[in-house]
């Protein structure tokens, strides 16, 4: 049943993130970032722009701190890879990580969608280049992993400090960087805006695979044990 819930509020937020993308190709659109570049929303872009400035320092810090959800990949990457070896099977590898590497490369896919079709650019120019800043990289990155540190301690770990740990550094981290991100101003607000909508509806689709693999592995234990009783 939760993984129905989780399927349909996935795909309500990936809706909502198509939706957000169209309305940022027709509303409220000028010329207003570097270059002539043309924004949607651009009144309130451009507000929250100037409220905030742009910070070099915090966005080379952010830069950096990208690291981290990429190191956490390779680690599951680890994970799967040794239960690989010493189970000499792929589909005996567990399920949640497969479908975790599946997700991973869907999340890259959709990078690189964007990168090829720029819908927005960023709001200075990066080493005299434009760059495409949506949805932004770096949030999209770190709120579709941090999530997923979190539910593989709680599915993983037995120590009840272990997982609360996890939950505050995941919630903590994920925090600062969204916020670091749009106040080094780096990035266009909606394009925050738009990476909370894509992670958040991935997750929650992969969250809902992983919950239909638990209910399948569960009933198909329940029905070799029935056949031995």
């Given at each position: 049943?939760?993984?129905?819930?989780?399927?349909?509020?996935?795909?309500?937020?990936?809706?909502?993130?198509?939706?957000?993308?169209?309305?940022?190709?027709?509303?409220?659109?000028?010329?207003?970032?570097?270059?002539?570049?043309?924004?949607?929303?651009?009144?309130?872009?451009?507000?929250?722009?100037?409220?905030?400035?742009?910070?070099?320092?915090?966005?080379?810090?952010?830069?950096?701190?990208?690291?981290?959800?990429?190191?956490?990949?390779?680690?599951?990457?680890?994970?799967?890879?040794?239960?690989?070896?010493?189970?000499?099977?792929?589909?005996?590898?567990?399920?949640?990580?497969?479908?975790?590497?599946?997700?991973?490369?869907?999340?890259?896919?959709?990078?690189?969608?964007?990168?090829?079709?720029?819908?927005?650019?960023?709001?200075?120019?990066?080493?005299?280049?434009?760059?495409?800043?949506?949805?932004?990289?770096?949030?999209?990155?770190?709120?579709?992993?941090?999530?997923?540190?979190?539910?593989?301690?709680?599915?993983?770990?037995?120590?009840?400090?272990?997982?609360?740990?996890?939950?505050?550094?995941?919630?903590?981290?994920?925090?600062?960087?969204?916020?670091?991100?749009?106040v080094s101003g780096v990035h266009w607000a909606?394009?925050?805006?738009?990476?909370?909508?894509?992670?958040?509806?991935?997750?929650?689709?992969?969250?809902?695979?992983?919950?239909?693999?638990?209910?399948?592995?569960?009933?198909?234990?329940?029905?070799?044990?029935?056949?031995?009783?």
């Amino acid at each position: 049943m939760e993984d129905k819930k989780d399927l349909r509020r996935g795909v309500g937020l990936l809706t909502a993130f198509m939706l957000w993308t169209i309305l940022l190709r027709v509303v409220d659109v000028q010329a207003a970032g570097p270059d002539g570049t043309r924004i949607g929303f651009a009144a309130f872009n451009v507000r929250v722009h100037r409220l905030t400035g742009v910070h070099m320092g915090l966005y080379t810090i952010t830069d950096w701190l990208g690291l981290v959800p990429i190191l956490i990949c390779l680690c599951f990457g680890v994970l799967g890879l040794v239960q690989l070896v010493r189970r000499r099977s792929l589909l005996r590898v567990d399920a949640d990580l497969l479908l975790l590497g599946l997700y991973y490369l869907l999340v890259i896919a959709a990078y690189l969608v964007f990168e090829m079709i720029p819908i927005n650019y960023r709001p200075i120019l990066i080493e005299g280049r434009l760059e495409a800043s949506y949805p932004s990289s770096t949030t999209l990155l770190v709120l579709s992993v941090m999530p997923t540190l979190r539910f593989q301690i709680d599915r993983r770990a037995g120590e009840p400090f272990l997982r609360k740990a996890a939950a505050v550094f995941a919630a903590v981290f994920s925090a600062f960087m969204v916020i670091g991100r749009l106040v080094s101003g780096v990035h266009w607000a909606t394009d925050i805006a738009a990476s909370v909508l894509l992670s958040a509806g991935l997750f929650l689709l992969y969250r809902a695979a992983v919950r239909a693999a638990d209910e399948k592995r569960a009933k198909c234990g329940q029905r070799r044990k029935d056949g031995v009783q």
